[in-house]
């Protein structure tokens, strides 16, 4: 029973946290999976569970989030199907390549796309919220590009890589706030898919945890998303630095 509830509470507070700021919620599961049964005297599971759990939860933690943004103008479309192409073909190919893949090096590309994402979020981003929604403007080759070079190192870890897309698309596009978690929710769900057929094929998911994570997904982030439609931009991205760079902190403390 007790790891019943450890699971479905790591599920819930990653997917809450997954549809207020607009990531798959790997960058938080991913080492709360790998630490927090160990710690209370529970099976640990491998970093190729890890990531097979994470993939397919991700698909359900952001299927609940872009539902409930699916209205307000917030769904860039154009951006979702440039990025959403390039992020599937990339995870496929990472999620399926990762199982040639050791635990450590694994872990290393977990580290190395954590510390890139943190670097990004930290970079000031002046006047992005100040465009109207339909006005929006953005380089489509550069936004294919980025997002399928994500998605393979994305797709590795078993992550749907909106903790890099997000930071991505507020510093480099300049999308809007609310547009970005948004529409990078939809690019998320897409990516997802990728990395789960490659996991499933590849026989990396531990079934009965998944379960109980999609379950805790489908009921947190939609309220994660409604929650995130009402505080402060930057808030949101304050509050998403951060969990981004104590992620980081803590894969890098392991690595080395």
Not at 11 to 17: A, E, K, Q
Not at 25 to 46: D, H, Q, V
Not at 80 to 102: A, H, N, P, Q, R
């Amino acid at each position: 029973m007790l790891f019943i509830t450890v699971i479905f509470l790591i599920g819930f507070i990653g997917s809450y946290l997954s549809g207020m700021l607009g990531i798959g919620g790997s960058i938080i599961k991913y080492p709360m999976l790998l630490y927090i049964p160990p710690l209370l005297g529970l099976t640990a599971f491998s970093a190729h569970e890890v990531s097979g759990i994470s993939a397919i939860q991700v698909f359900f933690a952001t299927l609940g989030g872009v539902w409930a943004y699916r209205k307000g103008g917030y769904l860039n479309k154009t951006l979702i199907l440039y990025m959403g192409t390039s992020i599937l073909i990339g995870s496929f190919i990472g999620g399926y390549g990762s199982k040639l893949m050791s635990e450590s090096g694994i872990n290393f590309v977990y580290g190395i796309l954590a510390l890139i994402a943190t670097i990004m979020m930290f970079i000031p981003k002046k006047g992005i919220d100040d465009k109207p929604l339909n006005e929006v403007t953005f380089s489509k080759s550069l936004a294919a590009l980025l997002a399928f070079i994500v998605g393979i190192g994305a797709g590795i870890v078993g992550a749907a890589g909106a903790f890099l897309l997000v930071p991505i698309m507020l510093v480099v596009l300049k999308i809007p706030t609310r547009m970005t978690i948004a529409s990078s929710l939809a690019i998320t769900f897409i990516s997802s898919i990728g990395a789960t057929v490659g996991k499933i094929t590849t026989g990396q998911i531990d079934y009965f945890p998944a379960l109980i994570m999609i379950i805790a997904s489908l009921i947190a982030s939609p309220l994660g998303a409604n929650a995130g439609k009402k505080v402060n931009t930057k808030l949101l991205q304050t509050a998403l630095a951060s969990l981004i760079l104590a992620t980081a902190i803590k894969i890098w403390i392991d690595i080395l």
